[in-house]
């Protein structure tokens, strides 16, 4: 039985990525990186069937940010749509589980950090327009 502030969470409808290439005003070098222009950043947007919504991001410094987009959206989003969003460390265990053959780091774990980020950010909402609702407000 749930609580007055306690409120069932609903399943992903969408996952959705985006890809960010952010110009610096200022290249940046150092010997090892060479020069960086830009940073990569890659936003993902989860919706849930409520219409509810979650948003991480993660970045990256000129390279990679393609491969983390592609990740989120080719090998991960059509293994979340349809899942209970609640279920966030389960959900971690699938993405984990799911890309760990690729490589354990780098772009996977990027991958994962964003969507997890939006998992807790679209529980959080959730949880706080529940207590808002519930106060009456």
């Known amino acids: 039985m749930l609580g007055s502030g ?18 610096l ?16 950043l890659v936003t993902v947007r989860i919706r849930d069937e409520r219409g509810s919504e ?22 991960l989003a059509p293994r979340l749509v349809g899942e209970r969003a609640d279920l966030i460390e389960a959900l971690w265990k699938k993405m984990w589980w799911a890309l760990h053959y690729g490589g354990r780091g780098g772009t996977a774990a ?22 808002v609702d519930s106060a009456g407000r």
């Open 110 to 131: 990027m991958a994962i950090s964003a969507v997890d980020i939006a998992l807790w950010d679209l529980k959080g909402r959730s949880l706080g327009s529940a207590a």
């Open 54 to 75: 979650g948003s991480g991001y993660t970045f990256t410094v000129g390279a990679n940010g393609a491969a983390v987009h592609a990740t989120v959206q080719r090998d």
């Open 25 to 40: 005003p200022v290249t940046l070098s150092d010997s090892t990186h060479g020069q960086m222009t830009h940073f990569e």
């Open 6 to 23: 306690e409120r069932v969470m609903t399943t992903i409808a969408e996952v959705r990525a985006d890809h960010y290439l952010i110009k």
